[in-house]
């Protein structure tokens, strides 16, 4: 018997030294000495070779497929996040490209594409439809929040993650109004990054710590209204929810705070959406805090 690695994958084979068989008149004879091994190496998505001459003895290879990114707790491939790099410093995509490219023994990400204007932000996310884009704020040909826009209101299937340099409460604000699914600052380290980059993917809305509490503060102080309170139309428990939900709080969270169950609350968020014409929590927050007068710091 022997085991050997090769670039098509592993390789097993067992030999003989005996009188050999007809592989052929073996398996017409119903015997289960082929049958066995043939049933493994289906299971194992394995080839089965056999080779067996009479007086010559038998050989049997089972050569394996190279190993995939399966999670060995449900032995299902694990498809890495897709990743479009936008910044219009080379240094800074470079950067990440090796940040994240460091942890690809786990496959977690696959950088597709990467862009250095806004323009090539929205083009090369319809191309390529990555699952995250990494968006910076300051583009040569106009800002991030408008690439976010286009992105948002033709790839909606793709999630948006602000990494800047810069904070400040106006980009804050905007950055929740053109609809992006988290702030970070470049400061954050190599592992919060990629935590956070599973996150978004997985549905979440992430939020740099530096900047968590000036969210709260536009919240709960309210920005300059441009148009009449949206809210108006929204019952008393519909704002309540909405105003747990602008402060960062899960659903689960808002059940627990308000005394109702995970489905009343979600049925309260689906109202609350379809009356305000929204789809994303954080343009609830924005909408909230707008229709806070300044200064105002009392829940409804």
């Known amino acids: 018997m022997r085991f050997r690695a090769t670039e098509a994958g592993p390789e097993m084979r067992i030999r003989d030294n005996g009188r050999g068989l007809d592989p052929v008149a073996a398996r017409d004879a119903g015997g289960r000495g082929l049958a ?41 491939t694990v498809k890495p996040i897709t990743l479009l790099l936008v910044d219009d410093s080379e240094l800074v995509r470079t950067g990440l490209k090796t940040l994240l490219g460091a942890r690809s023994e786990k496959s977690m990400f696959q950088v597709v ?14 191309r390529l439809k990555p699952d995250v884009v990494l968006l910076d704020i300051r583009l040569p040909d106009g800002t991030g929040f408008e690439a976010c826009r286009q992105i948002l209101a033709r790839a909606g299937d793709t999630r948006v993650l602000i990494l800047t340099s810069v904070i400040d409460d106006n980009l804050v604000y905007e950055a929740m109004s053109s609809g992006a699914h988290g702030y970070l600052l470049k400061e954050i380290n190599a592992q919060g990054l990629s935590q956070a980059i599973i996150d978004v993917a997985g549905g979440k809305f992430i939020l740099d710590p530096a ?27 519909e704002r309540r ?18 005394g109702l169950s995970d489905k009343t609350v979600k049925n309260y968020l689906s109202n ?16 909230y805090a707008e229709s806070r007068t300044p200064g105002q710091t009392k829940r409804p």
């Open 113 to 126: 594409g990467e862009a250095a204007t806004a323009a090539g932000a929205v083009t090369e996310t319809f």
């Open 272 to 287: 609350i959406f379809e009356k305000l014409q929204i789809s994303r929590r954080s343009q609830a927050a924005v909408l």
């Open 211 to 237: 900047v968590t509490t000036r969210v709260l503060n536009l919240v709960r102080n309210g920005v300059p209204q441009h148009e009449g309170d949206r809210l108006a139309q929204l019952s008393a428990q």
């Open 36 to 76: 066995n091994p043939s049933s493994r190496a289906a299971e194992t998505e394995a080839r089965l070779d056999i080779r067996a001459t009479p007086g010559n003895g038998t050989e049997v290879a089972l050569l394996f497929p190279p190993p995939d990114n399966r999670d060995p707790m449900t032995a299902t």
């Open 241 to 258: 929810v909405l105003a747990l939900v602008a402060e960062g709080k899960t659903n689960k969270e808002v059940a627990e705070q308000m």
